[in-house]
């Protein structure tokens, strides 16, 4: 199906029917990875939304699509996995031809917009080497697929831009509204929250080494999660003030995980699962929560099933419609993973995994099977690399004091192949159990769906050998 066929068929509903659909509010915050929320047991203020979970679903295994913001991004969007739409290169801009589910919602009467930070789809702003091609041919396309588009980058605007939206929305029409959050992306601010957390006192993952300036970064990070907190506060008020809460399908998730060692730019679960929260009043009882899997690639079939549109077969997602209306539901055997290029710096004699890393990942509700198709990288992590945290972790593995899971986990090179968890077992994810005959039924079944997915998605990587 054409992309005219695609976004007109959306337009054919009836106007009753359009009358009776929902408002739907996505907002994302940036690089936030579960547990992260008072309302999963982490000891954090997060009193917003830990009330915004108990007045809906809260939701413990959302896992993006990619562990970075631009290819995450484009899969919510599109409800495919990023290489399917070509989105391989971080600063790439979403392919012209690849139709988002807000399109298909605006040519069926809804009113459509976007606000706050970057939404990263249509490429790096301004950069010197793409903006000329940008222009040239006419690549940066939000302007044409939404209503109305902002790139505000100060959070005390957040109230402001959403009014901007709602005064030019047409009286007689539904809205989609996508907010973008800063926090808690890196850089985090020293003055993030007025009663800063005390590093001392911290739980920390065990795939953390319990060094000073891993918990002194670790404090920062959950003090801008707290500073979302309070930013999600001024939505939810917004919605309030503009009477349309109880007709709002409201969803709150991060967009990929924490920039800190086994998060961003990794397929370890904290690069991967995210916080997911929804409210839609009358149809998602208070009170619930599910460890059902869900991908990133669900969002946009799951959104068009809630207001009555069809999905488009070119959509690999699997819709949670049932899930949320609490009514039987099949969910998924297996989610996938894909990491690519990050950030838009060149490839270099010393680049490391932070900059490029290409690689795959399936899970299950156990275990968890990673294909490193550049293990010769050398590990670095995402953003934080010249902060306290990982200066300390390298010193200890230079001085041979981290603890040899650890020393494992972050410093062998080349790194394997193929990794195998069981995270039932082995939840941070530092015991790769691949090889071992005892589990080569599950190694095997977890090759074969990725080998399936990959073929699929037309993915440009060679597929790994079955064992």
């Not at 989105?87 to 919602?105: A, C, H, I, N, Y």
């Not at 916080?275 to 669900?298: H, I």
């Not at 990959?454 to 079955?466: G, Q, S, V």
């Amino acid at each position: 199906m054409t992309r005219r066929e695609l976004i007109g068929s959306a337009a054919l509903l009836p106007i009753q029917a359009q009358a009776r659909r929902p408002n739907v509010l996505l907002v994302l915050s940036d690089d936030h990875s579960y547990p992260y929320l008072g309302c999963y047991g982490y000891p954090i203020r997060t009193p917003v939304l830990d009330d915004f979970a108990r007045k809906g679903l809260r939701c413990d295994r959302m896992f993006t699509a990619a562990p970075q913001c631009v290819p995450s991004r484009a899969a919510i969007m599109s409800g495919r996995m990023p290489v399917a739409i070509r989105m391989g290169r971080f600063s790439s801009p979403l392919p012209p031809d690849v139709v988002t589910f807000p399109e298909l919602m605006r040519q069926a009467g809804y009113f459509t917009g976007v606000c706050r930070r970057n939404y990263h789809l249509d490429g790096p702003p301004n950069a010197a080497n793409s903006q000329p091609v940008f222009d040239k041919y006419d690549l940066q396309t939000f302007a044409r697929r939404m209503d109305w588009v902002d790139r505000s980058a100060r959070r005390d605007l957040t109230a402001a831009k959403m009014n901007e939206f709602f005064d030019k929305k047409p009286a007689e029409k539904p809205f989609f509204l996508w907010v973008n959050f800063n926090d808690p992306h890196h850089v985090w601010d020293a003055d993030a929250i007025p009663d800063p957390y005390d590093p001392k006192t911290l739980p920390l993952p065990k795939h953390f080494p319990d060094l000073p300036g891993l918990r002194e970064d670790f404090a920062k990070y959950l003090g801008e999660i707290t500073r979302a907190d309070d930013e999600f506060r001024m939505v939810l008020d917004v919605l309030t003030r503009r009477g349309y809460r109880d007709n709002t399908l409201v969803i709150f998730m991060g967009d990929n995980g924490m920039a800190l060692p086994h998060g961003k730019g990794s397929l370890y679960d904290p690069g991967l699962n995210v916080p997911f929260l929804v409210q839609w009043p009358g149809v998602v009882n208070p009170g619930r929560a599910t460890t059902e899997l869900l991908s990133g690639e669900d969002i946009a079939p799951s959104v068009l099933e809630a207001v009555g549109l069809p999905v488009p077969k070119a959509m690999s997602g699997h819709s949670f419609l049932n899930l949320l209306r609490g009514q039987r539901y099949e969910g998924r055997r297996y989610i996938f993973g894909q990491r690519g290029p990050h950030g838009n710096t060149p490839m270099t004699a010393n680049t490391k995994s932070s900059n490029f890393d290409l690689s795959r990942c399936v899970r299950t509700q156990r275990w968890k099977l990673i294909y490193n198709c550049t293990p010769h990288m050398e590990y670095s992590p995402v953003d934080s690399a010249n902060d306290p945290g990982w200066k300390q972790m390298k010193a200890a593995h230079a001085a041979g004091k981290l603890p040899i899971e650890l020393d494992r986990a972050y410093f062998t090179l080349p790194r394997p192949v193929l990794e195998l968890f069981d995270l039932d077992n082995d939840p941070s994810e530092l015991s790769n159990l691949i090889g071992r005959p005892e589990h080569s039924a599950i190694q095997s079944e977890l090759l074969r769906a990725l080998t399936e997915k990959m073929i699929l998605d037309y993915d440009f990587l060679p597929l790994p050998l079955a064992n």
